[in-house]
T-cell receptor, first 108, second 125 residues
Framework: EIVLTQSPGTLSLSPGERATLSCRAS???????FAWYQQKPGQAPSLVIY???NRAPGVPDRFSASGSGTEFTLTISRLEPEDFAVYYCQQYADSPSTFGQGTRLEIK | DVQLVESGGDLVQPGRSLRLSCTTT????????MGWFRQPPGKGLEWVGFIRSKTYGGTADYAASVQGRFTISRDDSKSVAFLQMHSLSTEDTAVYYC????????????????RGRGTLVTVSS
């Protein structure tokens, strides 16, 4: 199975700064079927990005994502207070689907 | 509005079985694949598996950790998906989320475009 490794484990930034979260796959992801989720404490995870770069409904345009092969990136252009959360990547291009271990985005 | 509501979570002893349900409204259930994620307490997300719509054979795929113990099924007449779990161990303790997704988002399996709030399964003696 494809192992996804997210980096960094924790990212400490201030509101207004730019956040770049990475997800590296152990082998080439065969299609664009790659997603990112946001999870706040005590809540279910919410889809942020699907098919590598498409924002889910209601997701603000400060969120963008890209990637291919083994390297995928989620960028938040200007952090708002509500963006501080844990983010997970998921590949659903190959069987079985797998998740990364998460990046905690915390307020500096 | 699309809604997915999980039910059936409970405290069960190791080795026992449990069936979770995912009751849905707001979309054409029969046309959609249905999947399950889980999240152990304080840990990350884990893929459990998914079932295709009958149009695509109605077959299911599973994570290796549950293959042979868990079965996903669906009742299109009632818009409900099920996760039957056997031989439960403490490592299966988690919040289980039901998910689905429209066809324009699909890959080999699915992302959680739609998802429920989760139901807690605790396996403990």
């Amino acid at each position: 199975e494809i192992v996804l490794t997210q980096s960094p484990g924790t990212l400490s930034l201030s509101p207004g700064e730019r956040a770049t979260l990475s997800c590296r796959a152990s082998q080439i992801v065969s299609s664009t079927a790659f997603a990112w989720y946001q999870q706040k404490p005590g809540q279910a995870p919410s889809l942020v990005i699907y098919l590598t770069s498409n924002r889910a409904p209601g997701v603000p345009d400060r969120f963008s994502a890209s990637g291919s092969g083994t390297e995928f990136t989620l960028t938040i252009s200007r952090l708002e207070p509500e963006d501080f959360a844990v983010y997970y990547c998921q590949q659903y291009a190959d069987s079985p689907s797998t998740f990364g271990q998460g990046t905690r985005l915390e307020i500096k | 509005d699309v809604q997915l509501v999980e039910s059936g979570g409970d405290l069960v002893q190791p080795g026992r079985s449990l069936r979770l349900s995912c009751t849905t409204t707001g979309f054409t259930f029969a046309a959609y694949p249905m999947g399950w994620f889980r999240q152990p307490p304080g840990k990350g997300l884990e893929w459990v598996g998914f079932i295709r719509s009958k149009t695509y054979g109605g077959t299911a795929d599973y994570a290796a950790s549950v293959q042979g113990r868990f079965t996903i099924s669906r009742d299109d007449s009632k818009s409900v998906a099920f996760l039957q779990m056997h031989s439960l161990s403490t490592e299966d303790t988690a919040v289980y989320y039901c998910v689905s997704a429209p066809s324009f988002t699909h890959g080999y399996s699915i992302a959680g475009y739609y998802r429920g709030r989760g139901t807690l399964v605790t396996v403990s003696s």
